[in-house]
């Protein structure tokens, strides 16, 4: 049989069959467990994997993906492993996803060498943080948008966090440690945050800094303080 254009539509019909026989073969061949194995992984596409995540998570699942930027607290980590759930670390092309890094700015009430070397540091990063001016100023700027985040170092914690905190829409927080900024983030959402210089470090100092933008812009939480974890 053939076309008005002289095409053997017989030899053509036999060769989708053919292609068809073939596909349909290689797909018999797949493991089993690939539909399955799909259905018991998820992409989790936040900068911060805290234990409410790991329990709202679905029984039987086996692997979670994080981009390789999120922070997994202690507790979530310890959750998944006894839910024997495997992490798995990919690139943000991989997650499908593009999640907003935030605008980040800091502030350096008093100079000294330590934070001259700061200072500088930040300004020569790659990821772009801008100099602020004064303590209001900051916060002012802080609560101008949902996604700024500041990182201010003072010699009265304690009271530029009290200050801070009676502005709507600023949540602020002092920390000593990488893991006190991971639980501001985790359980304030903590978009200013607040460290006493005095004592530290170049090293930790920015260590201190990149833990707080690391878990991405700041975002307030949707749960109540006392719920967090």
Known sequence: MRSAGGLDLTRTDARITSVD??????????????ETQRANTEV?????L??????ALAPGLREIWIGSDTVVTPLARDELKLRSVAIRWVSNRELGTTRSVGD??????EES?????LRRSFLGESLPWRELGTFEETVQWVSEAEDRGAFVLSNDGALAVW?????????????ETCVSVVRAIERL?????????????????????????????????????????
């Open 113 to 117: 060498g330590v934070l001259t070397a």
């Open 163 to 175: 200050q801070a905190c009676r502005v709507d829409a600023v949540r602020a927080a002092s920390a």
């Open 50 to 55: 805290a234990l409410r995540h790991v329990e």
């Open 189 to 229: 959402g903590v978009n200013l945050l607040v460290v006493e210089p005095a004592g530290k470090p170049l090293a930790l100092l920015k260590q201190l800094a990149m833990s707080f933008r690391r878990a991405g812009a700041p975002r307030k939480p949707s749960f109540g303080i006392g719920e967090a974890r």
């Open 104 to 109: 980040w700015g800091f502030l350096i009430e």
């Open 21 to 34: 026989a073939a596909v349909r073969s290689v797909l018999r061949e797949l493991p089993r467990g690939v």
């Open 44 to 48: 989790f596409p936040e900068r911060l």
